[in-house]
């Protein structure tokens, strides 16, 4: 559940991200057009290019932020309970010098069950 929500975050960081990358080209595109050197409009580029780069460094952030909140929300069952699983052979002890298999025991994978 946690990383559903936690997918959803980052499409949303992802489209804001994209829309201000949009904005930052709409806004160099009206620049260049106001610009009367060359120079001004390597200017309004290399801001262009800096205002992205932030943005994209925005959602990097924001995508961690969210890593962070889902792994902490994560970590929380164990401290409750959780649910916890026996390994393999842990039911029954073996005595000491007695190989225990693996799953599967004859190394093929069982055949799918259809329902």
Known sequence: ??????KAKDMASTAKEKLK???VKA???VEKAT???KEEKVAAEERAK???AEVKMEMHQE????????GAHRGSHLLHGG???QPIGAATPTPP???VPTFPVSGVRPAATKH
């Open 63 to 70: 995508k961690a932020r969210h890593s962070e909140d889902a």
């Open 1 to 6: 559940m946690q990383q559903a929500v936690k």
């Open 27 to 29: 806004e160099e595109k």
């Open 50 to 52: 800096a205002k992205k």
């Open 35 to 37: 610009a009367r050197t």
């Open 21 to 23: 990358k949009h904005q």
């Open 97 to 99: 010098g007695v190989a």
């Open 83 to 85: 649910h916890h699983h």
